[in-house]
């Protein structure tokens, strides 16, 4: 029998079989990274990591380990702050797979960390206005003060910076004898007692107004058609005199309001002033001063978790 010669037949095969090579040679290339470690390696690790964040952090709720629940938290902060070491920037991968429980753990890690605070600050009241978010009040007195706000989770307070500027400015007034609302009131009684006067003296311009108007008579008597110059300037004298007492008539039938309402922020800013004094006697009984009171501020997450472990109530989180 005889064969056809099929001169492509065998290279047909060879291509083939090198064909079959290279895919085999892409898909080994394309598991490996820096033609080293595999993708399928590299994913696996990943969601090991993952999981053992999650799983440290269910074991350290389950323990009502609040340190270690911090620690995982932000993992840089600690160990500059409580190990005293630098750390590599944060796996934001791994720490992002919670930020959908931040109320949730802002909520948890609460309790024990206002414990701390009512002991550290003594003067300031939390208020849970929603899951996981606290108001700051200074004071338990009357009328007092929203201060801003607690951040539960990187331990810290939020002041309102308006209510903040007051209490340091009247901190440095104080130190010069004078109070914060000082200046205003002082201006605000000037202006009453001017008010007052205007009051008061209400006869006495009917008195001046009347011999004016005499004067401004007897001068337009003189009035004629060649008027002299001097004449017409007294009369012109007397006009803006006559102009100035209505004026002072006009002010004068308001000034029972004006006084009422100047009265009035005289109240609030003196009731402002005895409340900054309140504040300001609360943190010089605790601190010492206002620039302890501000360093404790900026020490706030490095005392808290330390009084943990001081407390013995927790154990330091592994890395």
């Given at each position: ?147 801003g706000e607690l951040d539960v989770l990187n331990i810290r ?99 029972a309001g004006k006084i009422k309402a100047n009265n009035q ?55």
């Amino acid at each position: 029998m005889a064969f056809r010669h099929c001169p492509f037949k065998s290279s047909q095969k060879i291509g083939k079989i090198k064909l079959d090579y290279d895919k085999e040679t892409m898909l080994m290339i394309s598991e490996t990274t820096n033609g080293a470690q595999p993708i399928s390696q590299i994913i696996n690790q990943s969601i090991e990591q993952k999981v053992n964040y999650l799983q440290e952090l269910k074991q350290a709720v389950a323990n009502h380990a609040d340190q270690a629940i911090y620690a995982l938290l932000d993992q840089k902060r600690y160990a500059a702050e409580i190990m005293h070491r630098e750390e590599k920037a944060n796996d934001t991968g791994v720490m992002t797979l919670v930020d959908d429980l931040t109320a949730q753990l802002s909520n948890y890690l609460s309790t024990k960390l206002i414990n701390y605070l009512s002991q550290a600050y003594p003067f300031f009241y939390y208020e849970e206005y929603q899951l996981g978010h606290y108001r700051m009040y200074f004071g338990n007195w009357w009328d007092r003060r929203q201060f801003g706000e607690l951040d539960v989770l990187n331990i810290r307070f939020v002041f309102d910076q308006s209510e903040y500027a007051k209490l340091a400015k009247s901190f440095e007034l104080a130190q010069a004898g004078q109070r914060y609302n000082g200046q205003r009131i002082e201006e605000l009684s000037k202006e009453n007692d001017r008010l007052q006067a205007l009051i008061d003296s209400a006869d006495k311009r009917d008195a001046k107004k009347e011999e004016l108007q005499a004067e401004l008579k007897e001068a337009s008597a003189r009035n004629g058609l060649f008027e002299s110059s001097k004449n017409r300037e007294t009369r012109e004298a007397i006009v803006a005199k006559l102009s100035e007492l209505e004026n002072q008539d006009e002010e004068a039938r308001t000034a029972a309001g004006k006084i009422k309402a100047n009265n009035q922020q005289v109240l609030e800013l003196s009731k402002e002033n005895t409340i900054l004094s309140y504040e300001r006697k609360s943190i010089v009984d605790t601190f010492g001063s206002f620039e302890d009171f501000e360093l404790a501020n900026r020490k706030l997450y490095a005392s808290y978790l330390q009084s943990l472990v001081a407390d013995g109530k927790q154990v330091e989180a592994d890395d």
